[in-house]
């Protein structure tokens, strides 16, 4: 029996499963094990039939040999058509939700989204939403950074998409989309899961990109205020807890030795270690080189830089900063010291995505991380470690300016910006990172000389035959 493809992140259940050669991962927005089984089945239904709408193909034994347990006690083996059939009929039964659902969490399952039939009269000539994409992207490859650019195309595509589905026509007008549309579309957003705040800060947002440029090429009307603009689905001000700081006991669970002792991967070891000891985002820290650790004045110090093809967020990211004595401690020299037989990485099994940046992978396995430690709250991540070093620099008393220059914040006032001089690392050591100051008994804490070596070996040379195996078949066509 195949179980459905549900799990939980955080506490919120997602589906991710592959179907027809596609990896699909989406949020099923609830955390509630029931409402969560049967959003994914509704979910699967309308992705198994879009895909055979589309000719995608799509074989039907994805749908069957399921073997659902819900809470309540009832069962649903589904391993034939008929089954299949008779399941669909009784989530089609409202009396079927109450058999199944607990009375505690009972929730209504989510709506699928409504098509509004497109207008009989109206005018469909003008310059297309695809077309308007299109340049859009050609435009600004010199002007935004490659991430971004990748991101807003999706967020087009996928607008460009929904517009065909509603107004049942392709290509459609750019210049016919009105308020009421994006209302639509933004409902249907919710509906399929996704977040308040991805919806505000990403999809409208390359949205508003998108009908600004198109008044530039005269394919928006110039005196027509955008139909993006006015819509508010999340409220920022009221949702400024997405990186929280660790509290005094998640430290110490993630830095208890039992815990950290697992780690199978170099950055699970250290990144932490690095993360509340330096303040430093986890691209900048995962992307470290070798020769970005060094001394300077009888120092050692880290430098975060973006020479050799590394990625800074801004340009008060660039900066060389002391390294804790905790750090020193626990035998990061060691650790440096093993890994000059590899790739000149400070953690050589990390590559980069396709926009150059490392922080990716171990992301998601300190999420992994964090969940096993039963820290499942969303604004609990390895951004935290930022957020609790500068907050415990603050509570010693540490002025604003050292702390931007350790943690790598702008500082803009005149006096600073315009007449000041960098503080020395002496200084810094002093007055920022010895003031990084935890209940946690870092002592406890003891890297083991070549710990890594064998397993970085083995990985790097698998990676190394997956790669030759993927430029072989690029080759051969």
């Known amino acids: 029996m195949l179980t459905l493809p549900i799990y939980p992140r955080n506490g919120t259940y997602y589906l991710h499963t592959r179907i027809a050669g596609r990896q ?104 297309s939403i695809a077309e308007v994409a299109s340049r859009y992207q050609t435009r600004h490859q010199k002007l935004k950074a490659p991430k971004t650019l990748y991101e807003y195309g999706n967020y087009h595509q996928h607008f460009s998409r929904w517009v065909a589905v509603r107004k049942q026509a392709d290509p459609y007008p750019i210049r016919n989309i009105i308020n009421d549309d994006i209302a639509a579309y933004i409902d249907d957003l919710l509906a399929d899961g996704k977040p308040a705040q991805a919806i505000q800060t990403k ?45 005094t006991e998640e430290l110490q669970q993630i830095f208890e030795p039992l815990n950290l002792n697992k780690a199978r991967h170099p950055e699970e070891y250290w990144l932490p270690l690095l993360g509340i000891f330096t303040g430093g985002r986890i691209s900048e820290l995962s992307q470290l080189l070798i020769t970005d650790i060094k001394q300077i004045e009888g120092i050692w110090t880290i430098s ?8 800074t967020k801004t340009l008060a990211s660039i900066r060389t900063i002391p390294i804790h004595p905790t750090i020193l401690e626990i035998g990061f020299l060691d650790y440096i010291e093993d890994m000059k037989a590899f790739n000149g990485q400070v953690f050589p099994d990390l590559k980069p995505d396709e926009f150059g940046h490392y922080g990716k992978q171990p992301s998601r396995r300190f999420g992994v991380y964090l969940d096993k430690l039963g820290i499942t709250d969303r604004a609990k991540v390895f951004h935290s470690f930022r957020t609790t070093a500068n907050n415990c620099l603050k509570q010693k008393g540490v002025p604003e300016e050292t702390r931007c220059q350790f943690i790598g914040h702008e500082h803009d006032t005149i006096n600073s910006a315009t007449y000041g001089e960098p503080h020395s690392m002496a200084f810094l050591l002093e007055h920022a990172a010895k003031k990084l100051i935890f209940d946690v008994d870092f002592k406890k804490i003891k890297y083991e000389k070549r710990r890594f070596n064998a397993y970085l070996a083995k990985e790097i040379r698998r990676q190394e035959r997956m790669e030759n195996h993927k430029q072989a078949k690029k080759t051969r066509g």
């Open 304 to 311: 975060i830089n973006d020479e050799e093809g590394k990625r």
């Open 24 to 127: 699909i991962k989406r949020s099923l927005a609830t955390k509630d094990k029931t409402q969560a089984i049967l959003v994914g089945l509704e979910l699967l239904k309308r992705l198994y039939k879009a895909l055979n709408a589309a000719g995608g193909g799509m074989d039907k034994d994805k749908l069957k040999k399921l073997d659902i347990a819900f809470p309540t006690g009832f069962q649903a083996k589904i391993n034939t058509d008929d089954d299949m059939a008779r399941f669909q009929e009784l989530l089609k039964n409202p009396d079927f939700y109450d058999l199944i659902r607990p009375r505690a969490t009972e929730q209504p399952p989510v709506p699928a989204p409504a098509i509004a039939p497109a207008p009989e009269a109206e005018n469909l000539t003008g310059v």
């Open 203 to 247: 999809y409208l947002r390359a949205l508003n990109a998108l009908f600004e440029f198109a008044k530039t090429l005269g394919a928006f009307p110039k005196d027509v205020l955008i139909p993006t603009r006015g819509h508010k689905v999340f409220n920022k001000n009221k949702h400024r807890t997405n990186r929280k700081p660790f509290t």
